[in-house]
């Protein structure tokens, strides 16, 4: 069974089939945001999408939300299958975002406004949505005492307003999560916090796509199910997060598992090349023509000579 074939694997969740997004910058310009990229997140499992800055994570996380720049030029499949019937993200209403599919962001403070309380804006999500739960409900859920939803976001920790935004995100009971960076401005507890947060999401059913760049994290806490590992737009290898983590395939993974500060800080040894500039069919990293090859529950773009 190949990446691509990863339909028949999901009977409830997100399926992205061989998704290949351009942005194009000027005439003779182009970014080669995401190219070929396959991944499954089924109901009930968390699957972690890692690289670094600039990769492409971002892209893949926004054609899931139907909020990629209107002249991006997109091929590939994105899919919601919910108990088996399957919602084409890409042609289909944007109706899908927050009911289907909902976003837990980067940074929340610039996604709340500030200058209304959290409890308004919860109410609006909570109506726009026709969620079936009650604002105190929702607030319950994420750990955010309901004696703050009268505050404004900047009156809240970091922590509690990603809380906030998650609570959000949970309003339209969604199929599916895309949680892109959500711990990137919080210290190490409250990180955990929200880490364990998402695994509660999937554990009550959604699938999660958790876009992240700390393998630390994740090394630490062992809340992704599966692993896919991006370097320049491409996928390099998906797997188990436990064997991705413990024994990488591919020569970029070990590279960043080796970057990290508990593991000795090794300097990246080729920088992220310009998107802009990729040549075809080849493997920025390695600059070998490459195939993705599956060996049991394990994918790796390889050498293809
Ligand atoms: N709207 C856009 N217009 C033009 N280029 C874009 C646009 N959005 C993203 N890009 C480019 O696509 C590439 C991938 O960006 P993306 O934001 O997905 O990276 P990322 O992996 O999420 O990085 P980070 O970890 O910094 O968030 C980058 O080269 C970026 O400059
Ligand atoms: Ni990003």
Redesign the pocket.
């Given at each position: 069974m190949t990446l691509t074939d990863v339909s028949v694997q999901v009977e409830s969740g997100l399926i992205v089939q061989d998704l290949t997004?351009r942005?194009p910058?000027s005439r003779n310009t182009t970014?080669?945001?995401?190219t070929g990229v396959s991944l499954n997140v089924a109901s009930g499992r968390i699957t972690g999408l890692a690289?670094?800055?600039?990769?492409?994570?971002?892209?893949?996380?926004?054609a899931v939300m139907r909020m990629?720049?209107r002249h991006?030029v997109v091929s590939g499949n994105v899919m919601v299958r919910i108990h088996g019937e399957a919602v084409d993200v890409l042609t289909g209403t944007r109706a899908h975002r927050g009911r289907h599919v909902a976003l837990v962001p980067?940074s929340p403070s610039t996604h709340f406004t500030p200058v209304r309380t959290i409890r308004s804006q919860l109410d609006e999500t909570i109506a726009t949505l026709e969620s079936p739960y009650g604002i105190e409900e929702l607030a319950q859920r994420v750990g955010l005492p309901t004696e703050l939803l009268d505050s404004y976001p900047h009156e809240l920790s970091g922590g509690l307003v990603q809380r906030a935004a998650i609570a959000a995100a949970l309003a339209g009971e969604p199929a599916v999560i895309v949680a892109?960076?959500p711990t990137?401005s919080l210290d190490r507890r409250r990180t955990d916090q929200v880490l364990d947060l998402l695994r509660e999401c999937a554990d009550a059913g959604a699938a999660v796509l958790l876009?992240t760049?700390d393998l630390g994290a994740l090394l630490r806490k062992d809340v992704a199910d599966t692993l896919a590992i991006?370097y320049a737009?491409r996928i390099v290898e998906v797997g188990p997060a436990r064997d991705v983590l413990a024994d990488p395939w591919h020569e970029y993974t070990s590279a960043l598992l080796a970057a990290l500060p508990e593991r000795g800080l090794k300097p990246l040894p080729r920088v992220t090349p310009?998107?802009?500039d990729l040549p075809p069919d080849v493997c920025a990293y390695t600059g070998a023509p490459t195939t993705l090859v599956t060996r049991g529950d394990r994918t790796l773009r390889e050498r293809s000579i």
């Open positions: 997004v942005i910058l970014v080669h945001a995401a690289g670094e800055s600039g990769c492409g994570k971002s892209v893949v996380a926004s990629l720049p991006a980067q892109d960076e990137a876009i760049h991006m737009s310009a998107l802009t």
